[in-house]
């Protein structure tokens, strides 16, 4: 079990593939054969790592495979939202299985595209919707499949993650509709930051291990208290999907205070609870922990899995199938609902231009326990 990588990209989040490419380069089941790095004189020190193991550096993509098509099992590709599409197929068509970074692509039409090509070279796609690779995420799917709490009724997520000015800044796409080509990309908490757990709360409500739900409605509120951005920094939303689960989803960069993600699944005979950094548990009706444990970084797991699926082994990836189903999310609340541009509620007298929406801990933790969305429990930022 051995396999050559190539890399697209060191600096940003290209930086944490690569660390995770490093651990596996350690254990001796992966080369880092290439890398692209159009920005060299900005990251020395990876440039020098990369170096002393003999990587090839090439300044694109198109260098890059026009040298090394067909020698490649792996090509990571954690860039933004507008290069996922072009740089899979890229890959996929020198010969390359690809882990591209979360979401797939801006359009489910894009995610189709990426499908096709997918079965056209005969190699697999990836999406890096690390959570999904958990070990625990799996065992929770499989004894939500085993029907031991009934049917799954109801999924409720919320999550509070400040961001300040300087992660609006960080590149020239953060808060977009569109990239500077006009690709759509929908940046947004639950495109990006938070993607993960809208992913993990439609994969939970899928009819089988493999899949994810399907959403055919969508109803809440988006709020934008940035002004400078075109899409919205915090949304309360509910889908349902068409085997008749509700999504409850509310999420928020506007807060001076952190709370990692919180996923609570309610079933006909009993619930399960989930949070990044945290514990879970699997409970019966009457209260009874039945399952439990601590939710580690799912990275290693995620990494390794690529290891084994290039290697040729029959292991689980997130596929682009279930990925789809986030993005059809994203297309459907971007058509249907509208931005409300916050005044009243809000403040920003920090220094480094965080956004405080009024109550909002408060107001997401009992909508958590109560599954209604702000608006349906009185609560109106205006």
């Not at 789809?324 to 459907?332: G, R, S, V």
């Not at 220094?351 to 609560?379: H, M, R, T, Y």
Request: net charge negative; glycine share 8%; aromatic share 8%.
């Amino acid at each position: 079990m051995f396999i050559k990588v190539g890399l697209i990209g060191v600096s940003g989040y290209g930086r944490a593939h690569l660390n995770n490419l490093l651990n596996l380069v350690k254990k001796g089941v992966a080369e880092i054969t290439a890398a692209v790095i159009i920005n060299p004189e900005q990251v020395p020190d990876a440039l020098q790592i990369l170096g002393d193991m003999g990587t090839k550096i090439y300044p694109s993509t198109d260098a890059m495979f026009a040298e090394l098509a067909g020698e490649l099992d792996l090509v990571c590709i954690p860039t933004g939202i507008a290069f996922h599409e072009p740089m899979t197929i890229q890959a996929l068509a020198a010969g390359a299985n690809v882990l591209v970074e979360k979401p797939a692509a801006g359009t489910t039409a894009a995610v189709e595209r990426m499908i096709e090509a997918e079965k056209k070279y005969g190699k697999f796609v990836a999406v890096g919707f690390q959570h999904t690779y958990a070990r625990e995420i799996q065992f929770i799917k499989q004894y939500l499949l085993g029907q031991r709490l009934g049917k799954v009724r109801k999924i409720i997520c919320a999550g509070i993650w400040p961001r300040t000015d300087q992660y609006y800044a960080r590149n020239n796409w953060a808060g977009k509709m569109l990239a500077a080509d006009g690709t759509p990309i929908y940046d947004s908490p639950i495109n990006n930051a938070f993607a993960h757990y809208l992913n993990l709360e439609l994969f939970f409500a899928g009819e089988s291990f493999g899949k994810s739900a399907h959403a055919v409605s969508v109803e809440g509120k988006l709020y934008r208290a940035r002004k400078t951005i075109e899409t919205f920094d915090s949304c309360t939303v509910r889908f349902k999907t068409e085997n008749d689960v509700e999504i409850v989803t509310m999420l928020t960069h506007t807060s001076a205070e952190n709370v990692d993600p919180i996923i609570r699944i309610e079933c006909e005979k009993g619930e399960v609870y989930w949070q990044v950094n945290g514990t879970w548990n699997i409970r019966s009706a009457n209260g009874e922990v039945l399952y439990s444990g601590k939710v580690e970084a799912p990275h290693g797991d995620m990494f390794m899995d690529m290891v084994r699926k290039a290697s040729g082994e029959c292991v689980f990836c997130c596929p682009l199938s279930v990925a789809a189903e986030h993005t059809n999310c994203i297309e459907m609340l971007t058509k249907e609902l509208e931005v409300t541009l916050l005044e009243d509620s809000v403040t920003c007298n920090q220094p480094d231009g965080q956004f405080v929406l009024d109550n909002v801990v408060d107001v997401f933790a009992s909508c958590l326990k109560s599954g209604k969305l702000p608006c349906e429990s009185g609560i109106t930022w205006k």
